[in-house]
Nanobody, 122 residues
């Protein structure tokens, strides 16, 4: 599994971005794929996750604003982020695991992408 995250950038508050996480040349079959973020001086925190069966879970802070989805034909998982706030500013990471236990813990995930910076200006 080799994950590549992309789509970050600078956006004004209230704007939108779509992040992509691609598994180079490989399928995400049976993997749960999650998005985490880490702001300067803070711990990495859970944002959203999608299972192979398309079950989704979100952090309370992004529920109703972010949507995670997958395109199996493209081996890609997306994170659509709407109504962005300055507090959403962070480096966003995608991660994958076959462990279907604690989806909110970074320790559950075996594979990580390199991260993409999201900056929301007020």
């Amino acid at each position: 599994v080799q994950l590549q995250a992309s789509g970050g950038g600078l956006v004004q508050a209230g704007g939108s971005l779509r992040l992509s996480c691609t598994n180079s040349g490989r399928t995400f079959r049976n993997y749960r794929v999650g998005w985490f973020r880490q702001a300067p001086g803070k711990e990495r925190e859970f944002v959203a996750v999608i299972s192979w069966g398309d079950s989704t879970y979100y952090a309370d802070s992004v529920k109703g604003r972010f949507t995670i989805s997958r395109d199996n034909a493209k081996n890609t998982v997306y994170l659509q982020m709407n109504s962005l706030k300055p507090e959403d500013t962070a480096v966003y990471y995608c991660a994958a695991t076959r462990d279907y236990t604690d989806y909110g813990s970074p320790r559950t995930y075996d594979y990580w992408g390199q991260g993409t910076q999201v900056t929301v200006s007020s």
